[in-house]
């Protein structure tokens, strides 16, 4: 009997072991996988991370000085980061945000008056 | 049998979280017959394997099971690395062990949960996961995703623990030992939970030898065979001995997986304490050409992985053999003697993993 009111007093008492998720999500882990991008200022579009990708979501179309993303072919893996020797792919540990469309990221080499990367396009 | 019944157990049943099937043939309330139809999830991995680049391969094998995932990449890297002749770096092993033992502890909390809620024990089952979810929060903090962690690289790993993120890990897992020491006593104690488990579903040791049962499906009828004493990574040098209990039954098979949940959680600790300073990985040149064999120990049993080359970046042949595959056998080996109500329950204690039985 005393054993269990110490149980049921604890569980009275003591904070709930979940977190009250949409209201207070919690903080993602500094080394966390999560958003991919590129920035292309020293990007040379050589294509190693098009390469390396498992999944094919990168598409380097050196022509016209393009990547093309498809983030919801990613997985996250990180693989292209270790093969951009450039440093022109981040990852940063949020969370993609829920979308209707699947789009396709279209990211180019930045002009010096237009910053305007990316742009965001449906095929 | 004419006056018989026949019952589909599954594909769809609560106690399993994945799909298979067993055709169950009763007379009254006892199976006389168990028949397994398995194909449910077949994804064609193995062909896939053959069409990736080997050494886009480790995620893929990663996507095999969604619960040891990354003791799949590790068999995967270990059979390319003994192909291409190379030997990952000693910190590179050790830092193997430390995500390799918390995979394993949160599968076998997992199941351990799961068995719970077979027994309608909801409380423990959330108990259970709640402790779960913590090591789940080691391994986003440490590799950056919850479960399939993408670690393993060929020739090392890809991610480093650091003095803080061990700290992290040394403060956690003395707290989660005593938090699952109180459940894991209150389950395995617990009279109900005995009066289910005890004497059901038993395989003897040497029916479970014959029919080539691994893991602790194996262990748990009193056999010690574990691959981790073969020495990969870096098992050679870390002191351990393998959970056995003797009676076979599916409260043998938990008591096995509990106890390797305190094994498991020592394995970690031992290996941030000895982990060398080092490279990471070793860089290498080539393709594989040549044929290799990997065997680990995945939470399920014994993981085979068998690697051919042919020189090309492709691979001529990528052979996955998973442990619930080698359990089944055993499992369905025993069902005919048991009560129906029991089914349930003895078809679980074998913690079968149907995505990698089927890949």
Known sequence: ?123 | MSEGTSVPFGPQHPVLPEPIQLRISLEDENVVQALPALGYVHRGIEKAGELNDFQQNVFLVERVCGICSSIHALAYCLAVEAVLGLEAPKRASYLRVVWMELHRIHSHLLYLGLLAEAFGFESLFMEFWRVRERVMDLLEMTAGNRVIISVCTIGGVRRDIDAEQARAIREELPKLRDEARRLVDSLLSDYTVRQRTVGKGTIPAALALELGAVGPTLRGSGVAQDMRMAGYAAYGELEFRPVTFPDGDTYSRTAVRAEEVFQSIDLVLAALDNLPEGDLKVGFKGRPEGAALARVEAPRGELIYMVVGNGTKNLERMRVRVPTYANIPALLTVLPGCEFADVPVVTLSIDPCISCTER
């Open chain 1, 1 to 123: 009997m005393a054993r269990m009111l110490r149980s049921v007093l604890h569980n009275a008492f003591s904070k709930p072991a979940t977190r009250p998720f949409p209201e207070a999500p919690r903080a993602a882990f500094e080394k966390a996988r999560g958003l991919v991008t590129f920035d292309c200022t020293d990007c040379r579009f050589c294509g190693a991370c098009a390469l390396k990708c498992p999944t094919g979501a990168i598409r380097v179309v050196r022509e016209e000085r393009k990547i093309l993303f498809e983030p919801f072919k990613c997985i996250v893996c990180g693989a292209c980061l270790e093969a951009c020797r450039f440093g022109s792919v981040q990852m940063g540990p949020e969370r993609r945000k829920p979308v209707y469309e699947k789009p396709v990221e279209v990211y180019t080499k930045p002009e010096a008056d237009k910053p305007a990367t990316p742009q965001d396009r449906n095929e």
